[in-house]
């Protein structure tokens, strides 16, 4: 992955741009207009909610099977960006974090159900996810919201030298893909397969409940190519001894999110609060340079910045 040089963050401007990724780099700040606490820190401990507070702990549904955003270390624990942003947070806030291991597509019914607190697990912040949407845009659950803290595009994933000499998206007409399903992959590949059979080349998803699975079957030749998020992509390219290579740009560049059920906005707030003192402390970029993801920055918190 290519680093992007370290920059100065600018004055935050409350401005409503076109593209998620301009959201999250000049978008509205969570703490704007608000003056600056002696002890910005206490502060926002003050203002978690009670439930938390009392409990001292913080539970988060996250599906363990996303390297290098989450996975189980070495020592069994989670590891992975999303675990360190995660306890970096717990500290600010005084909270524990407690982890629940949760299939990717089971995470907002999860959530709605106050099985966690909060979900964070590379969830892409979409429109259908904030509204409840399901694919024929019927709303079918109430949403949830979500604090934005990182920015990721697809990319696709193919066998070492690129055989079948995938370039885009329109390329994968004809062909096979794997990817893992509920995921923003899933809807892009979906929309693919419409492309494609106006060109009378039929696109053929597999979609499998892991990213790791859905690896497995471009490396077996099952299918030609993978699609997933660009951190994870990359670190497949790079950890599994030369069996793959990103082909392409990335594509559908949208945030991620740590998604909060509607009714609890105190918790959004305070979160996003927390998000941006990560940020501004400088502990946030020492964690995405830790896992070569620096181009993903976010310049401040924001809610409901995707698109």
Not at 183 to 191: A, L
Not at 233 to 245: N, P
Request: glycine share 10%.
């Amino acid at each position: 992955m290519h680093h992007r040089p370290r920059r100065r963050r600018p004055a935050l401007a409350c401005t409503v741009l076109a593209t998620a990724t301009a959201l999250l780099l000049t978008g509205c700040s969570s703490d704007s207009g608000q003056s600056a606490s002696a002890d910005p820190v206490k502060e926002l401990r003050d203002k978690l909610p009670k439930a938390q507070r009392s409990a001292g702990v913080l539970r988060i549904g996250m599906d363990v099977n996303y390297a290098p955003v989450e996975f189980h270390g070495a020592d069994g624990k989670p590891d992975g960006l999303d675990p360190d942003i995660a306890a970096a947070l717990g500290r600010i806030m005084d909270v524990r974090i407690e982890y629940v291991d949760t299939p990717f597509d089971k995470l907002v019914p999860g959530l709605q159900g106050k099985q966690f607190d909060v979900a964070m697990s590379a969830i892409s912040d979409i429109r259908v996810r904030r509204e409840g949407l399901d694919d024929n845009g019927k709303q079918v659950n109430p949403g949830v919201d979500f604090v934005d803290y990182f920015i990721a595009g697809t990319s696709i994933v193919v066998p070492k030298g690129n055989p079948k000499g995938i370039k885009s998206l329109d390329d994968l007409c004809g062909k096979t893909v794997a990817l893992q399903q509920g995921t923003t992959q899933d809807e892009i590949i979906t929309r693919q397969v419409a492309v494609c059979a106006r060109t009378g080349r039929q696109l053929t998803p597999r979609r499998f409940d892991s990213d790791n699975k859905a690896l497995a079957e471009v490396a077996s030749g099952g299918a030609a190519a993978g699609v997933n998020d660009f951190p994870v992509a990359a670190y497949a390219a790079k950890s599994t001894d030369g069996r793959f290579e990103l082909t392409g740009a990335q594509s559908t560049s949208n945030p991620y999110g740590i998604a909060v059920r509607k009714e609890d906005t105190q918790l959004r707030d305070t979160v996003a609060k927390a998000v941006d003192q990560l940020i501004r402390s400088g502990e946030y970029d020492k964690i995405l340079t830790k896992w070569n993801v620096s181009a993903g920055a976010a310049q401040n918190a924001v809610i409901n910045g995707g698109i």
